[in-house]
């Protein structure tokens, strides 16, 4: 089975098993990425029949990064969507059924547990949460025409490419404020922009940040537009107050207004915290005995492709013991 999107291959068509024994499986992953795929390389290489529902974008966020350099074994970088199709192929070859489908709901209520998709019903032994989260976006129309071109959500993926440039930071909580601060690390000068006028962060964060001499706050405001040729030459910045509107020259912007996971069909079906991350516990067990989760679905602290592969590696080992303890497989 092939994928089909942004450089994945569909010379063959997604199957959809025409009997329930075809349609049932020892391991489905539902999502894909970094998690998902290394999951399924390891429970695929380990003769246990899996499934990957990917979704509708095959590779998640990875799929929008256009250089990854801090993702180990590639000296020289390499872009986010042939990382991930690479994975892809990886898992392929040790047997794994690919489909590119949505789920639209689960049943964990009862074993197989059983997972509906547009096109089909599966039902599988274990199930691996790998769904990710989706950053939380600014609402303008600019935006996504600079995603990857100077516009980014991630500080620490990103950082380096904005050495000795003016960089613009938004939001005002935690995430807002460790970006910015390691930020300073590499640009000229670091702009945060906030739409109140005071932080939600905590207060030695806000300490290091008002102490740092190039970290300028900019109250009351908010990034109203993103200007550029081919990548982010400037922001258009409103003050929420006047409506007054000034240009700032920027190589960067950073958007750390926070994530939503992606878990609306895990409501009712898994724990999960008061945000909506899947709460895990011993590894990447959920609190459903035979329901793993791995990846930025839980993980609200690293957010790294590579810590999103090292847990999905970690559940897929919990899956395989699992797998042995109660069904010998």
Not at 54 to 79: C, K
Not at 81 to 95: A, C, K, N, T, V
Not at 143 to 153: A, D, I, P, T, V
Request: a negative charge; one cysteine or more.
């Amino acid at each position: 089975m092939t994928l089909s999107v942004d450089g994945f291959d569909k010379e063959k068509e997604n199957h959809t098993p025409s009997n329930a024994e075809e349609n049932h499986f020892d391991v489905a992953i539902i999502g894909s990425g970094p998690a998902g795929y290394t999951a399924s390389i390891y429970t695929s290489r380990a003769k246990l029949k899996t499934l990957v529902i990917s979704g509708s974008l095959p590779g998640g966020q990875l799929m929008t990064t256009t250089e990854v350099e801090n993702y180990p074994g590639f000296p020289n970088g390499i872009n986010g969507p042939d990382l991930m199709i690479y994975m892809q192929q990886q898992s392929e070859r040790f047997g794994t059924t690919m489909l590119i489908d949505e789920v639209t709901s689960v049943d964990f209520g009862s074993k197989p547990f059983k997972i509906f998709t547009g096109s089909s019903t599966y039902t599988s032994d274990s199930v691996l949460i790998s769904t990710g989260a989706t950053p939380r976006k600014l609402g303008i129309k600019s935006e996504q025409e600079f995603s990857g071109k100077g516009l980014s959500y991630c500080a620490t993926c990103d950082g380096p490419f904005f050495k000795n440039q003016d960089i613009v930071v938004v939001g005002g909580g935690d995430t807002a404020l460790e970006e910015a601060t390691f930020l300073t690390k590499f640009g000229k000068t670091v702009k945060l922009i906030h739409r109140r006028d005071n932080l939600r962060a905590s207060k030695i964060l806000q300490e290091r940040a008002f102490e740092n001499p190039k970290i300028e706050f900019i109250w009351n405001s908010s990034i109203v537009d993103v200007k550029g040729d081919k990548k982010v030459t400037s922001v258009v910045v409103r003050n929420m107050n006047t409506a007054e509107e000034k240009n700032l020259e920027a190589g960067g912007v950073f958007v750390a207004i926070g994530h939503e996971p992606n878990t609306a069909i895990l409501k009712g079906q898994v724990d999960l915290d008061e945000r909506g991350y899947v709460i895990v516990q011993n590894g990447t067990r959920t609190n459903i005995d035979g329901v793993f989760a791995a990846g930025d679905v839980h993980d609200f602290r690293y957010r790294q492709a590579i810590t999103a592969a090292g847990f999905g590696c970690m559940a897929a080992l919990d899956i395989e013991k699992w797998l042995v303890e109660t069904k010998g497989k």
